[in-house]
């Protein structure tokens, strides 16, 4: 699956909300951007082979398919309108007075 992102509108540093696995995901997108080609060049400059190449197709497809999950999620997330207040915790749990 192809992510969205692009060139001009690379992946951000930071995993979005819901991300499959968000500790891969700077990997993932360090890894894209190594597999990018700078300026006009098409060809990678990492494994020589004309761009996109294959690395780059891979983690691209795992980029896209992370965003694709992070979207369900969001999608979840809003249907379900779980309140995100956390008033009900009381503050003196975790300082006890001794
Ligand atoms: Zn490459």
């Given at each position: 699956m192809r992510s969205p992102y692009t060139l001009e509108q690379p992946p951000p540093s930071e995993p979005p909300d819901g991300v499959l696995s968000p500790s891969l995901w700077p990997v993932q997108v360090r890894w894209w951007r190594r597999h990018t080609?700078?300026?006009?060049?098409?060809?990678?400059?990492?494994?020589?082979?004309?761009?996109?190449?294959?690395?780059?197709?891979?983690?691209?497809?795992?980029?896209?398919?992370?965003?694709?999950?992070?979207?369900?999620?969001?999608?979840q997330t809003a249907s379900l309108r779980v309140p995100s207040s956390r008033s009900d915790i009381p503050a003196s749990v975790s300082s006890p007075r001794v």
């Amino acid at each position: 699956m192809r992510s969205p992102y692009t060139l001009e509108q690379p992946p951000p540093s930071e995993p979005p909300d819901g991300v499959l696995s968000p500790s891969l995901w700077p990997v993932q997108v360090r890894w894209w951007r190594r597999h990018t080609p700078k300026g006009q060049a098409r060809i990678c400059a990492v494994c020589g082979q004309s761009w996109p190449c294959h690395s780059w197709a891979c983690w691209d497809g795992q980029i896209g398919e992370a965003v694709e999950a992070a979207k369900r999620h969001q999608a979840q997330t809003a249907s379900l309108r779980v309140p995100s207040s956390r008033s009900d915790i009381p503050a003196s749990v975790s300082s006890p007075r001794v």
